[in-house]
Nanobody, 122 residues
Framework: QVQLVESGGGLVQAGGSLRLSCAAS????????TGWFRQAPGKEREFVSA????????YYEDSAKGRFTISRDSAKNTVYLQMNSLKPEDTAVYYC???????????????WGQGTQVTVSS
């Protein structure tokens, strides 16, 4: 079992920045993947970014490229999502998830955190 706890969400003005954290505990896999997803009210959960723990390969949805950066701290078992130049359309609940392969589909991930709210005001 893997437990994930997100933090770092909040209210920020357009153009501002936030850094989300996803702390993992419990069972870990040597080559697992941590992904970030988001879900706005009335919309489906969508992929934002992912990182492979072994090697650190990163992946981004087009909407995140150039503005968001995913990274990991192996010693802390934590993955970060640095979000810059935030836009009102980035407003959503952000979730981190763990799986065993890179995928932009939520169903491919086995464990999920509780989510953290990000609100970007215009």
């Amino acid at each position: 079992q893997v437990q994930l706890v997100e933090s770092g969400g909040g209210l920020v003005q357009a153009g501002g920045s936030l850094r989300l954290s996803c702390a993992a505990s419990g069972r870990t896999f040597s080559n697992y993947v941590t992904g970030w997803f988001r879900q706005a009210p009335g919309k489906e959960r969508e992929f934002v970014s992912a990182i492979r723990w072994n090697g650190g390969t990163t992946y981004y949805e087009d909407s995140a490229k150039g503005r968001f950066t995913i990274s990991r701290d192996s010693a802390k078992n934590t993955v970060y999502l640095q979000m810059n130049s935030l836009k009102p359309e980035d407003t959503a609940v952000y979730y981190c998830a763990v799986g065993q392969s890179i995928s932009r589909y939520a169903r491919s991930y086995d464990y999920w955190g509780q989510g953290t709210q990000v609100t970007v005001s215009s």
